[in-house]
């Protein structure tokens, strides 16, 4: 089955037979009563509000507590478009980290003229106080997540890189459970890659990254802790929820202190060294002495600590610039410079509206593209042209005019379907992939599966979840 406007369907071919990923499920499917499986959608809502599996959308007056909406049919996966899509992702996460290293020590690419300086100098991601630096282990991008978008039957694009603080992994792993508690019969006749044990390599990922200060320690563990802004945050659950599962200390900054040259937590026996800290803290608040002077949410001197090799921070600061849509667009150049490789997985066409070239199709061409702040995320601060109103182009035209050099613009793709659980029966809705990415010396690590957003809105081609968008279960199948 192929949508309105001629995207690929995941579950259908063009002539509505059903596609082989998803023969197993289809046939479990045809033989569930309706009113059942509706009594379980419910379930599934309901065991997501008590589990307390929500998110903050910040408005203008307040932050509102959202349950992000779950849809019980699966993204199915086959073994061998897995592979495919973990040589390109491996491949693209190796570059990410050469490339941090480098810009942070010699600037080779920068020397060779494959990117322009300009993209750092006044970029706020770019850290100063990183250069000359090396992480432990030579590690920036312990996690991270690639978005993935799909438009055809072997054609998948990188939609998006997040290294500085990937989220969502708590959502991958709350819906394989709750799948797995409502239907474990399918899982018997479905044969599905875990995911369950994410958090176990997660801790171990962690550990391996010790900083020297540990290797001196004479301790035999790593002590590894998870930091938070705390309960307001809106991915508060899952700060918690992954310290949990690691068996990791969750902490805030109060928790935190410089003791003897190592950062320390509170405990009821006295003060302990941490040695890895998994912050979900941004870098302008990770250290009020070196960073913003105001900050309650970090802790005073652990950028001094860090750089004596005291204390592993994950991601490391700096990260951030990845995730710079401007950075996204030379990322074919980065991994050819770095693997000495064709990327494997291609970037969306993009336009760098900072280049007057590019800027003049743009403005010519709002009402088809899709234009994005370069540090934007969420969804928020975007045009989506085709579904956008002339008064909303205006608007946007004229933000464009006045700062091009914060915005770049790709084209509208056909974002392929998957379809979702209706009153009404099954109906396709666009989705998008975010697989995870552990990396230490010891590898890559990538988890089979990934966290998959779907647009509920019929027609949206807005996946996040502050944008009205909701999960999905994502299956790898087994060979």
């Given at each position: ?43 599934a809502d309901e065991s997501f509000r008590k589990t307390g599996i929500t998110f903050n959308v910040y408005g203008d007056d307040e932050a509102e507590e959202r349950l992000i909406p779950f849809d019980m049919v699966p993204r199915v996966i086959t073994a061998p478009e897995w592979r495919k899509l973990t040589r390109g992702i ?180 006295g003060y302990r060294p941490i040695d890895v800290l998994y912050r979900r803290v941004d870098d302008d608040y990770l250290d009020p002495l070196t960073f913003e002077p105001s900050s309650v949410l970090g802790v005073p001197g652990i950028m001094d600590v860090y750089r004596a090799g005291g204390i592993t921070i994950a991601n ?123 990396v230490s010396p010891q590898g890559i690590d990538i988890t089979p599966g990934g966290l998959t957003r779907v647009a509920l809105k019929e027609g949206s081609l807005v996946v996040n979840s502050s944008q009205g968008g909701g999960t999905k279960d994502t299956w790898v199948l087994k060979d």
């Open positions: 089955m192929v949508g309105k406007s001629g995207n690929f369907d995941e579950m259908y071919d063009a002539d509505g037979n059903i596609r082989p990923a998803y023969a197993d499920y289809c046939g479990w499917f045809d033989e569930q009563d309706n009113a059942s499986l509706r009594r379980k959608d419910a379930e491996e491949q693209r996460v190796r570059a990410l980290n050469s490339f941090l290293y480098d810009l942070y020590h010699r600037q080779e690419i920068i020397r060779a003229g494959r990117v322009p300086e300009r993209l750092f100098r006044q970029n706020e991601a770019w850290l100063p106080n990183m250069v000359g630096f090396t992480p432990p282990g030579g590690i920036y991008t312990h996690i991270v997540g690639i978005d993935l978008v799909r438009t055809g039957p072997d054609d998948f694009f990188v939609l998006e890189d997040n290294a500085r603080t990937p989220s969502g992994v708590s959502y991958m792993l709350e819906n394989r459970e709750t799948m797995m508690s409502m239907f474990p019969d399918l899982f018997s006749r479905v044969h599905v890659e875990t995911v369950s044990n994410y958090p176990r390599r997660l801790a171990r990922s962690l550990a391996a990254c010790a900083p020297p200060a540990f290797a001196s320690s004479g301790r035999s563990k790593p002590t590894v802790a998870v930091l938070t802004p705390g309960i307001y945050n809106s991915a508060y659950y899952e700060h918690a929820f992954l310290a949990d599962q690691m068996g990791a200390e969750l902490v805030e900054g109060s928790d935190l202190r410089v003791v003897n040259g190592l950062v320390q937590m509170r405990t009821t026996s490391a600061p700096g990260t951030g610039i990845c995730d710079d849509k401007a950075i996204y667009s030379f990322m074919p150049e980065i991994v050819e410079f770095y693997t000495g490789e064709k990327p494997l997985l291609p970037n969306v066409e993009t336009w760098r509206c900072a280049d007057s070239d590019s800027l003049a199709y743009v403005l010519d061409n709002l009402d088809e593209l899709v234009v994005k702040e370069v540090h934007g995320s969420g969804g928020y601060g975007m045009l989506i042209g085709p579904t956008a109103s002339k008064k909303e182009i205006r608007e946007f035209r004229k933000k464009l005019e006045a700062t091009p050099e914060n915005y770049i613009a790709q084209p509208t793709l056909s974002l392929s379907t998957c379809p979702i659980f209706t009153k009404k029966g099954l109906a396709p809705r666009h989705v998008d992939l975010r697989p995870f990415v552990l």
